[in-house]
């Protein structure tokens, strides 16, 4: 069988789960790679093992053999690599935030229809097999009608001045742009409901960062010398938190930070029903806690055998072997490029009008910060 051959933007933490994630689907190959600079291009290919390197991704789409490309870059570009890929024809896999305006969502979201390419904004963790669990529990009406959902998103990785990263000054949103969608994104696909108005604070605690002279790669800013740094100031979000409306009834909370220290990747979703309630960490994703009023509640270990039939497949390995946060990667890409192989597949993935409805997000809670109130979406 012809394998479908994928282009990599980036050469950081991102692009690195990518290719990995891909190349344990089989069908799939990854033929080249994109960096910044074609030195920095070279040095991340000759460390997976890729032939094809550059410092100019548009030399990676001008190919006619590359069916898809995968945009792992800085948020400023995902606008631009995008568009240009899709003119060329390329299917695109987009990390989150999409894009850095709604008006730039919706460009890129009518080029991929016009083109008839497929698309996916990467809210990866809806593909952990207790969460597809717990959706698919909810729609069979074991919780019965949902009244509250709440939780959190707390990392520590940018808790020092020292710690540093692109995404800190890459748009007017950083912690709630980055990670807090996550949550929200989980929050409605598990739900099945929508946010419908909020009201959002968010604080910096450091003004000020100091920021290396060279480039940091996601996560690894702990490793660099002080003497490498200057001191700038900065605008963008240590933590937010909100309050909001769920549909007609359910209401709900939920706090996101970058710097809540000896947290390194904790989402938490609580979601309580009229008949029962669901909860899950994302420290611990083996296991789905279901609570109940008048008997024991339940811990309920990863076992796919006794899944709902819909949550089945979202496991490839037997109760008792775990499935972690690269999982979420390659489930998603299997059914990214199922559609790209066949495009009457049904789409199963977050697409660029999910990545959209993220953004209408981020500015109302942007909106509700400034003006201290509550903000409609």
Not at 66 to 91: F, Q, W
Not at 208 to 217: C, F, I, L, M, N
Request: net charge negative; proline share 3%.
């Amino acid at each position: 069988m012809k394998k479908i051959k994928v282009a990599i933007f980036g050469t950081g933490f991102m692009g690195r789960v990518h290719i990995e994630s891909l190349r344990r689907l089989g069908s799939v190959e990854v033929v080249g790679v994109a960096g910044s600079t074609a030195e920095r291009a070279r040095r991340f290919a000759d460390d997976v093992s890729i032939d094809w390197s550059t410092g100019d991704y548009r030399e990676l789409i001008e190919d006619p053999e590359i069916d898809a490309v995968h945009i792992c870059s800085p948020n400023a570009l995902h606008y631009e690599m995008t568009m240009r890929s899709l003119e060329r024809g390329k299917h695109v896999m987009c990390e989150k935030p999409l894009a850095s305006t709604v008006e730039e969502a919706n460009d890129m979201i009518e080029l991929a229809k016009s083109k008839g390419l497929a698309n996916c904004t990467l809210y990866n963790i809806r593909s952990y097999p207790q969460l597809q669990n717990l959706r698919r529990v909810r729609e069979e009406g074991v919780l019965g009608d949902i009244r509250i959902v709440q939780g959190t998103y707390s990392q520590d990785w940018l808790f020092y001045e020292t710690d540093w990263n692109w995404r800190i000054d890459s748009g007017s949103s950083r912690t709630f742009a980055d990670i807090g969608t996550h949550w929200c994104d989980l929050a409605e696909h598990v739900t099945g409901l929508k946010i419908t108005s909020l009201c959002a604070d968010l604080q910096t605690f450091m003004k000020t960062r100091k920021k290396p002279k060279g480039s940091v790669e996601t996560f690894k800013g702990k490793d660099v010398v002080p003497i490498d740094f200057d001191e700038v100031n900065i605008d963008t979000e240590d933590f937010g938190s909100m309050i909001f409306k769920m549909g007609d009834v359910a209401r709900g909370s939920m706090t996101t930070s970058q710097v809540s220290v000896g947290r390194k990747n904790r989402l938490f979703l609580e979601v309580y029903g009229t008949k029962a309630s669901a909860v899950w960490d994302g420290e611990r994703p083996e296991e789905l806690w279901i609570g109940h009023r008048n008997e024991s509640s339940e811990l309920l270990i990863k076992d796919s055998t006794i899944f709902p039939v819909a949550a089945q497949s979202y496991s490839d390995l037997p109760g008792g072997h775990s499935e972690g946060y690269d999982a979420t990667f390659k489930q998603t890409f299997r059914r990214f490029y199922r559609t790209v192989e066949d495009r009457t597949s049904p789409v199963e993935y977050p697409t660029f009008e999910d990545g959209l409805r993220q953004l209408f997000l981020v500015d109302a809670v942007l909106e509700s910060s400034r003006q201290q109130a509550w903000v409609s979406i």
